[in-house]
């Protein structure tokens, strides 16, 4: 089986969005580990003051995460999936809080931005080009200084890690999308987690495309090893010297 991309991806999360929200919920601490990864952001104030963009936001879990994070910024969230947003669209939001269908690789001509700090959950696995993607973060999306926060399933490379996946995906995860009808996008899920980085090489990508302060820590519970939170910030501006020479 290949792994869905681009259109093909976003009907798959379009047919399977009404059921989504109920499967993730079967999952032990699918919204506490999207927590914990949205407050190592660690944004000051509450993010007062701060525009932060949740890239690839789906049903609206980790925008709910990133209010609770930084209940003060304002966010904007952003998916390719019409059927997604419209189930997050369907809940209550605070005024601070806007949804826009967007392709990722679109966002750069959107006239969106800059933002303060990104936070993308479960998405880099799921884009054709994950380095134009984080170019594209750093250089134009993300302030000076930016911080960005990726939770995404990537293993550690140990072969118990992988085996474990593919355990749970057979057991438990495409069997339920089968009985929910959506067996392509969850046998999806299995096989783009195994074809994608390992944190190593997820870190090295980060550090590769110009990001600084580039650190991965897994998440806790039975995910340790299969999900992490990667976080990396962009560099600072250094004004100028007034007045000086060389």
Same mark, same amino acid.
């Given at each position: 089986?290949? /792994? ?20 993730? &919920? ?23 003051? *701060? ?11 980790? +925008? =709910? !995460?990133? *209010?609770?994070?930084?209940? =003060?910024?304002?966010?904007?969230? !952003? ?17 601070? /809080? ?19 700090? /990104? ?8 884009? +054709? ?20 926060? !990726? ?11 992988? &085996?474990?996946?593919?355990? !749970? ?17 969850? =046998? ?20 590769? /495309? ?37």
């Amino acid at each position: 089986m290949t /792994v869905l991309r681009d259109h093909d991806l976003a009907r798959a999360f379009d047919h399977a969005s009404g059921t989504y929200d109920l499967l993730t &919920a079967l999952n032990p601490g699918y919204r506490t580990d999207l927590l914990r990864s949205a407050r190592r952001l660690k944004l000051p104030d509450d993010g007062a003051g *701060l525009n932060v963009l949740d890239l690839g936001c789906g049903t609206g879990a980790s +925008t =709910r !995460v990133l *209010l609770r994070a930084a209940p =003060r910024a304002r966010i904007t969230a !952003v998916d390719a999936s019409s059927g997604m947003l419209k189930r997050a669209l369907a809940k209550p939001w605070p005024a601070r /809080v806007r949804f826009l269908h967007l392709r990722v690789e679109d966002l750069a001509t959107a006239g969106e931005g800059p933002f303060d700090a /990104v936070f993308a959950a479960y998405l880099f696995r799921n884009v +054709t080009d994950p380095d134009t993607v984080l170019e594209t973060l750093r250089t134009i999306l993300l302030r000076p200084g930016g911080r960005l926060a !990726v939770h995404e399933y990537s293993l550690s490379g140990s072969s118990a890690h992988r &085996a474990l996946w593919t355990a !749970v995906c057979r057991g438990v995860i495409i069997p339920a999308g089968t009985l929910s009808g959506d067996r392509a996008l969850y =046998r999806h899920l299995w096989r783009s987690v195994l074809d994608f980085d390992t944190a190593h090489a997820f870190t090295a990508r980060l550090n590769r /495309v110009g990001f600084t302060e580039v650190r991965a820590t897994p998440v806790a519970g039975w995910q340790t090893g299969i999900v992490h939170t990667f976080l990396a910030r962009t560099h600072h501006v250094i004004p100028s010297a007034v007045g000086g020479g060389r």
